[in-house]
């Protein structure tokens, strides 16, 4: 699958589950909007495993029995889910405090530049000056974007 393919399906993905969380969040408690949440995505995602390694009538899982006899998996599991539940938390924060217009601006440059130093220095992800001058450039315009709307919005 094509890069720009893929990259266009999450982010249009991403739009509605933005969007539809600014909408039902404004008179939902937390603790019920991520159970139902994420029960939804574990149903998904395990009808979408059960599709996948399905083989002559049953489920192929020796591919996966050294990553569940891996004692240390579980421990990156635990620290994932912390993680994940201060991010939930914020960005439902965000979403109901915050214009979508000034909140996922801000929040994507700062994704943009965290993951580009996470994958330059931790992951050895190879750079050239036009990777950094595009990464630049993709923080100044998504600034841009939001600095012209701030202005209109004064006028």
Known sequence: ????????????VHIFITVSEKHFLKNTDLT???????????MVFVLGFIIY???????????????I??????????????????????HKYGVQKFDLSL??????IIYVIGLSIFGIYYLKEPTNKY????????CISIYLINYTDSISNVE
């Open 53 to 67: 390694n399905w083989k002559n009538g049953k489920i192929d899982i020796s591919k996966y029995v050294d990553l």
């Open 1 to 12: 699958m094509n890069i720009i393919l893929l990259t266009s399906i999450i982010a249009i």
């Open 131 to 138: 990777k950094t001058i595009g990464i630049i450039l993709a």
């Open 103 to 108: 909140f996922i601006p801000l929040a994507t």
């Open 32 to 42: 019920v909007f991520m159970l139902l949440r994420n029960s939804i995505l574990h």
């Open 69 to 90: 006899n891996n004692k240390n998996m579980y421990l990156h599991i635990v620290i994932y889910c912390i993680i994940l539940g201060i991010n939930l938390y914020l």
